[in-house]
């Protein structure tokens, strides 16, 4: 009886609940705003046979920059003096990092709410299920701290190598007679905005970790040891 299913949706009004909640609903933030880019870099190409032409590379999650190629000038190729220019970088480390965490977080707390919410009354019973949460959530807010920094880093480097200053490393537009220069490129402030999530989810994940560890025998048995000299004095 004691492993029996009991729903209690209160549990959501309490702070492990509510907060479970935010993580939630946080994960799902950085896993969109990270692995749903999809952005485009242009340049404006004059050389033989064609002027102004309008070049386009369009690079996505998980970026792997090294793989994308824009599109030539005109079929001829500038009359031979072009060829296929790439992007630089793989940056697919540490994005796929950022999203398999966010992902995996999404399911983990999905499993908690499930439990908070149905078997809560085995949850305080066992000392060990709120010892395995806190762990967790003290190994979640470093992951998140990790990840969030390696994913700025990287981010950093993409909007570097998809900028203007990747004009100098084409060959291509060093030909006699040939011109490029930068367009445009698709507005990362989206990404921007998953770094952010990152780090309000490691902000998120810590504090829930101080929460959790109030409620496990580890906060009883520190309080008891701090309060003890005081007793025998």
Not at 48 to 71: D, H
């Amino acid at each position: 009886m004691m492993l029996g299913l009991r729903m209690d949706f209160s549990m959501l009004l309490e702070p492990l609940g509510f907060v479970k909640v935010l993580e939630w609903v946080l994960a799902i933030f950085a896993f969109t705003t990270c692995g749903g880019f999809q952005g485009e870099t242009a340049l404006l190409v004059s050389c033989e046979g064609v002027v102004n032409k309008t070049i386009t590379a369009s690079f996505a999650y998980p970026f792997r920059l090294n793989t994308v190629v824009f599109s030539a000038p005109d079929p001829k190729g500038c009359g031979g003096t072009w060829t296929d220019v790439y992007l630089t970088g793989n940056f697919s480390s540490s994005a796929q990092f950022f999203v398999t965490l966010a992902a995996l977080v999404f399911l983990y707390c999905i499993t908690a709410l499930v439990v908070y919410i149905g078997y809560n009354h085995v949850y305080q019973q066992y000392n060990k299920f709120p010892l395995t949460d806190l762990a967790i959530s003290v190994l979640t807010a470093f992951l998140w701290l990790v990840s969030t920094f390696v994913w700025a880093k990287a981010l950093a480097d993409i909007k570097v190598s998809t900028g203007a200053s990747i004009i100098p490393g084409i060959d291509s537009c060093k030909a006699p007679g040939t011109t490029c220069h930068f367009l445009s490129v698709t507005n990362m402030g989206v990404l921007n905005v998953s770094v952010v999530f990152g780090l309000l989810n490691m902000i998120l994940w810590a504090g829930n970790a101080w929460l959790i560890y109030k409620d496990t025998n580890l906060h009883n048995q520190w309080k008891r040891i701090s309060e003890s000299p005081t007793e025998r004095v």
